[in-house]
């Protein structure tokens, strides 16, 4: 069994700054961390930031050159640097990992970004 936990987020003005993290244990052989997703209220849950099998990082368009995506393997944590954030910004943010056909998530994390 895989356990991703999230910490991070949190209430910020816009153009503050939120560092996410997500930490894996548990049966971790083989486990990919992939990318972090977010989803607002009423809205399906997208990908935000990612790794692809080469390692490249990737963004939605809305975030690039704002977020930054990271990960240490040796660790097994996974990041999200977020700079100059903006009320569009504002969902509950989860982090994936993958082996193979299985899919892991971490418990999700709220960021509100509000005057």
């Known amino acids: 069994q895989v356990q991703l936990v999230q910490s991070g987020g949190g209430l910020v003005q816009p153009g503050e700054s939120l560092t996410l993290s997500c930490a894996a244990s548990g049966s971790l052989e083989g486990i990919n961390l992939h990318g972090w997703y977010r989803q607002a209220p009423g809205k399906q849950r997208d990908l935000v930031a990612g790794f692809t099998r080469a390692g490249d990082a990737v963004y939605r368009d809305s975030v690039r050159g704002r977020f930054a995506i990271s990960r240490d393997n040796a660790k097994l944590t996974m990041y999200l640097q977020m700079n100059n954030l903006k009320p569009e910004d504002t969902a509950v943010y989860y982090c994936?990992?993958?082996?193979?056909?299985?899919?892991?998530w971490g418990q999700g994390t709220q960021v509100t970004v509000s005057s």
């Open positions: 994936n990992a993958d082996r193979g056909l299985d899919d892991f």
